[in-house]
């Protein structure tokens, strides 16, 4: 059974700085990797979606890695914004059929503070 | 605007009845989802439909059931059955077909909050 664990669970850091939040699965044999976001109370937003295929996506001032050998994938978010303050979501895609089926991690709260 | 649209926002339910969720979306999806989050847990999948008229259970359906009889509409039941029914429920669809690079990306709805009085 597919594991996704995300770490740190909480990271607090002053605007301007660069961070990298981390993602980890155990089963090797995904179809695909999406990194989200979430705000209190709300619904998830998508922010890349790396296929199996790929090594790296990349969208502004956010850039996701995927290594399936080791198991990991990293959410580099630079000169972070306190309007980046959120929950950031990893999950991991088993390709049922036509569906795509994702097991997620618990996310890291993050907050960017001026 | 595309999107998916879930209703109602806000939902409380007395023990033993059953509720209705919705969900729409106008994104021509093919695969539709439903999710449960609670809290310090990740989110886990109730349903899922690929199709018009066929849906399969994902990890957590039972106390829950779902219909799929329009491609845009995909409504979960919570019924008596569910034994801890109070979570916030997300309804996500996606693309199946290949387009560009992004096929299986899930998209999402803004939840639906059920408490249990």
């Known amino acids: 059974k597919q594991e996704v664990t995300q770490i740190p669970a909480a990271l607090s850091v002053p605007e301007g700085e660069n961070l990298v939040l981390n993602c980890s699965f155990t089963?090797?044999?995904?179809?695909?990797l999406q990194w989200f976001r979430q705000d209190p109370g709300k619904g998830l937003t998508s922010l890349l979606l790396?296929?199996?295929?790929?090594r790296e996506q990349t969208s502004g001032r956010l850039n996701a890695s995927l290594d399936k050998s080791s198991g990991r994938s990293t959410l580099y978010i630079a000169a972070s914004q306190p309007g980046d303050s959120a929950t950031y979501l990893c999950?991991?895609?088993?390709?049922?059929?036509?569906?795509?089926?994702?097991?997620f991690g618990t996310g890291t709260r993050l907050q960017v503070t001026l | 605007d595309g999107g998916i649209t879930q209703s109602p926002k806000y939902l409380f339910r007395k023990e033993g009845q059953n509720v209705t969720l919705s969900c729409e979306q106008n994104?021509?999806?093919?695969?539709m989802y439903w999710y449960r989050q609670d809290p310090g847990q990740g989110l886990r999948l109730i349903y899922y439909?690929?199709?018009?008229?066929?849906?399969q259970k994902g990890d957590i359906a039972e106390g829950y059931s779902v219909s799929r009889e329009k491609k845009e509409s995909f409504p979960l039941t919570v019924t008596s059955a569910q034994k801890n029914p109070t979570a916030f429920y997300l309804c996500?669809?996606?693309?199946?077909?290949?387009?560009?690079?992004?096929?299986?990306?899930?998209?999402f709805g803004e939840g639906s909050r059920l408490t249990v009085l």
């Open positions: 439909s690929q199709i018009v008229n066929d849906f």
């Open positions: 994104l021509n999806h093919d695969a």
């Open positions: 089963d090797s044999a995904i179809y695909n």
């Open positions: 996500a669809s996606s693309i199946t077909q290949v387009f560009e690079g992004r096929n299986g990306e899930l998209f």
């Open positions: 790396i296929q199996s295929s790929q």
């Open positions: 999950a991991v895609g088993a390709h049922t059929g036509t569906a795509s089926k994702l097991t």
